[in-house]
């Protein structure tokens, strides 16, 4: 059974500063992970994708994975009040595979 | 380019009835995807397709769950009888899948059910 853990939170934030979200997964085999966004109500959103070791960067948005360790993360700089979301980790084994989630962190930035 | 659509967007019945949800995935894209989400957990994968075949359905329960792309465009999915557990947001999703690499899923808006 693949699992993804995450701490659900609430996890607050004052605004600008860096947000640090982590997920560690169980299937060694995993070769895709995936960061989405979900707004109360509202469906997931892809923000980043990563599928080798180290970071990867996009505007303020970095992931980073440790295969090893089997551990993703995201970071947010400058942390704004409409990054206020869920942050969903996901991974696959590749390809076309579906999706196994992680519960979600609820993530709240202090204004 | 339109975005995977699903209808309806809400629906409330009681338990022991019938629903059905309805997705039309990004056009061009040969894998649809149904999760479900209960609240306050990460979504669920129910059932994958390829094209019209399945692909993955290890997680769908069979016993009152079903589903069908025919022509692999559109799809629906059933669930008959509906129990009380069953109140959930159903997310439809589509991915492009060519032979070049990873894939990325689109989400559509989701449908929420809720089961008196």
């Known amino acids: 059974q693949k699992e993804v853990e995450q701490n659900s939170g609430p996890l607050s934030v004052p605004e600008g500063a860096i947000a640090s979200l982590n997920c560690t997964y169980s299937d060694r085999g995993s070769q895709s992970f995936f960061w989405y966004r979900q707004y109360s109500g509202k469906s997931p959103e892809l923000i980043m994708s990563i599928y080798s070791n180290g970071d990867k960067e996009d505007g303020r948005f970095t992931a980073q994975l440790n295969k090893a360790s089997q551990y993703v993360s995201l970071l947010i700089r400058d942390s704004q009040p409409s990054d206020s979301a869920t942050y969903l980790c996901a991974v696959t084994g590749g390809g076309a595979d579906g999706l196994t989630f992680g519960k979600g962190t609820h993530l709240i930035i202090q204004p | 380019e339109a975005g995977v659509a699903q209808s309806p967007r809400y629906k409330i019945i009681e338990k022991r009835q019938s629903v059905a949800f309805w997705c039309n995935p990004i056009?061009?894209?040969?894998?649809l995807y149904w999760y479900q989400q209960i609240l306050g957990q990460g979504p669920k994968l129910l059932i994958q397709f390829q094209n019209n075949g399945v692909v993955d359905d290890s997680q769908l329960p069979k016993d009152r769950f079903s589903a069908e792309r025919l022509k692999g465009v559109d799809s629906t999915l059933k669930i008959q009888p509906a129990k009380l557990e069953d109140s959930a947001v159903y997310l439809c999703?589509?991915?492009?899948?060519?032979?070049?690499?990873?894939?990325?899923?689109?989400f559509g808006p989701g449908t929420r059910l809720t089961v008196l």
């Open positions: 999703a589509s991915s492009l899948t060519d032979a070049g690499g990873p894939d990325t899923q689109y």
């Open positions: 056009s061009g894209h040969a894998t």
